[in-house]
């Protein structure tokens, strides 16, 4: 079956950096684009950013935005979120997500999340 496995998150400081790493398996990862959103506690689901099947084109939320930079290996089966300049705000589970449609809304396959808590 299709399995999405994130891994890289963890607590850092305010201005820290973090990569978060997402390795898929059970479907062609060349395929499908990638994205990553995130969810704070009480909150919505929120975008933050999405690439390409091919890598060459991402999108990103104005609060990702010269912040975070997504990248892919599609050798490896593995998607990437730099991360940089952390905030408190950016405190989440971040997911990971794929799908055959590039910046679709509603992406057929989830990663479990993984936590990322930024202190001030």
């Known amino acids: 079956q299709v399995q999405l496995v994130e891994s890289g998150g963890g607590l850092v400081q305010a201005g820290d950096s973090l990569r978060l790493s997402c390795k898929a398996s059970?479907?062609?990862?060349?395929?499908?684009?990638m994205g990553w959103f995130r969810q704070a506690p009480g909150k919505e689901r929120e975008f933050v950013a999405a690439?390409?099947?091919?890598?060459?084109?991402?999108y990103y939320s104005d609060s990702a935005k010269g912040r975070f930079v997504a990248d892919r290996d599609n050798a490896e089966n593995t998607g990437y979120l730099q991360m940089n300049s952390l905030n408190p705000d950016d405190t989440a589970v971040y997911y990971c997500?794929?799908?055959?449609?590039?910046?679709?809304?509603?992406?057929?396959?989830w990663g479990q999340g993984t936590q990322v808590t930024v202190s001030s």
């Open positions: 997500a794929a799908d055959l449609v590039y910046n679709s809304r509603n992406f057929a396959y």
């Open positions: 059970g479907l062609d990862f060349s395929s499908h684009a």
């Open positions: 690439i390409s099947q091919n890598g060459l084109t991402t």
